[in-house]
């Protein structure tokens, strides 16, 4: 039996600003401002006790309409992170005999000797999305990736892990490949 009313709230931190118009939630902080666009839930947003909460409201809804109201305060919490806090994927090359090489151009990643193949595999990242190699001294093969929007950067981390999967081979045996090593914070929480 559907809930007349049911809603979630989340606090919002001193330091970020929260908007809202037309359903499309707009967050500013220190390190840049994201918006994202919620316009196909079928839920109200409103910003509360003079701006330091975000209240999702949802009316006569059932189990499925419920597990919305989480997801979107999920998705404004991710977006809160990462403008005061920021995400980091680092990935690691793993190779047995023909090491990968990798080069990065702007905004463009190109992999080069995956198994020894002379196909070079190229993969456009979004501009908003810093890609770095560690100093070999430090880490050795090892990429970071870097940026505000969440799912930006993992996105760029699995295409780039995408481009090296083992074709027409017994996967057990060739491991080979960019793999995703671990997912953060960009800052550290003080």
Known sequence: MPLIRDSESLDIPENVTLSIVGRVVTVKGPR???THDLRHTQQNFRVEAKGRRFVVTRFFGGGIEKSCIQTALSLVKNMINGVTLGFRVKMRF???HFPINVTIDGNVVEIRNFLGEKRVRRQEIPKTVKVTRTDNAKVKDELVLEGNNLNEVTQ???CIHQQCLVKKKDIRKFL??????SKGFAQEEE
Not at 176 to 181: A, L
């Open 32 to 34: 840049g401002t994201l």
């Open 176 to 181: 080979d490949g960019i793999y995703v090593q």
């Open 94 to 96: 793993a190779y047995s």
């Open 156 to 158: 760029a981390a699995a």
